[in-house]
């Protein structure tokens, strides 16, 4: 079974810095595009950013500019720079990577990790 496990959430002041860290174990034939999503209290989850495996990116417009995702094919990991947090940046970030695997069926599935809080304080 795939795994994502997610790492590098935690507590920083608004204006500082934190890199989220996301590995995909357990792969069996390709990952298409990964990405980073978030869901604050009380609210929906949310598309952050995505990456494709060429390495075209996406990002939403609240973290555009501070925001980098990037990507290792050979190491089946995506992380995320978070540059000038906001308190509005707090959330639980949740790593997640569209498979395919010809044996499988559908061929094409979603795998979603566990989730790390970030929280930023004013």
């Known amino acids: 079974q795939v795994q994502l496990v997610e790492s590098g959430g935690g507590l920083v002041q608004a204006g500082g810095s934190l890199r989220l860290s996301c590995k995909a174990s357990r792969i069996i034939f390709s990952i298409n595009t990964m990405g980073w999503y978030r869901q604050a209290p009380g609210k929906q989850r949310e598309l952050v950013a995505t990456?494709?495996?060429?390495?075209?990116?996406n990002y939403a417009d609240s973290v555009k500019g501070r925001f980098t995702i990037s990507r290792d094919n050979a190491k089946n990991t995506v992380d995320l720079q978070m540059n000038s947090l906001k308190p509005e940046d707090t959330a639980a970030y949740y790593c997640?990577?569209?498979?395919?695997?010809?044996?499988?069926?559908?061929?094409?599935?979603?795998?979603w990790g566990q989730g790390t809080l970030v929280t930023v304080s004013s």
């Open positions: 997640k990577a569209d498979l395919y695997n010809p044996a499988w069926f559908p061929e094409y599935q979603e795998r």
């Open positions: 990456i494709s495996s060429s390495g075209s990116t």
